[in-house]
């Protein structure tokens, strides 16, 4: 059992599995491909180390790496109503303070 905010965020990101990842995506009308596994899994490697959500611009960047430049629309396409909304939601992160969830 999961512990999730009355926005529908994880309130401990130590709880996100996979599957749980799967089920916040299909809340969101998200059906999720490689592309989307490739920045959720880049976001929990960053929050493992960092112990917090890693800013829009280092999904991006990381992206990028793989995908190419053309890729800095691609964050925004495969999460089309937000970063903060969809992505750290999906990744199991805590809602961040001060982001707006646009």
Known sequence: MH?????????DPQDWNEE????????????????????IRYMRT???????????RHVIKHLAERMGPD???ALFELFPYGYVKQACK???MKRPRGWSTG
Not at 3 to 11: K, M, N, R, S, V
Not at 20 to 39: G, N, P, V, Y
Not at 46 to 56: L, T
């Open 90 to 92: 999906i990744a199991g």
């Open 71 to 73: 890729s800095r629309n």
């Open 3 to 11: 512990d999730i905010d009355e926005e529908g965020y994880l309130i």
């Open 20 to 39: 749980l990842a799967r089920e916040f995506a299909q809340k969101e009308s998200i059906q999720l491909t490689e592309d989307h596994w490739d920045a």
């Open 46 to 56: 960053y929050y493992a180390e960092h112990q917090i959500a890693p800013d829009a």
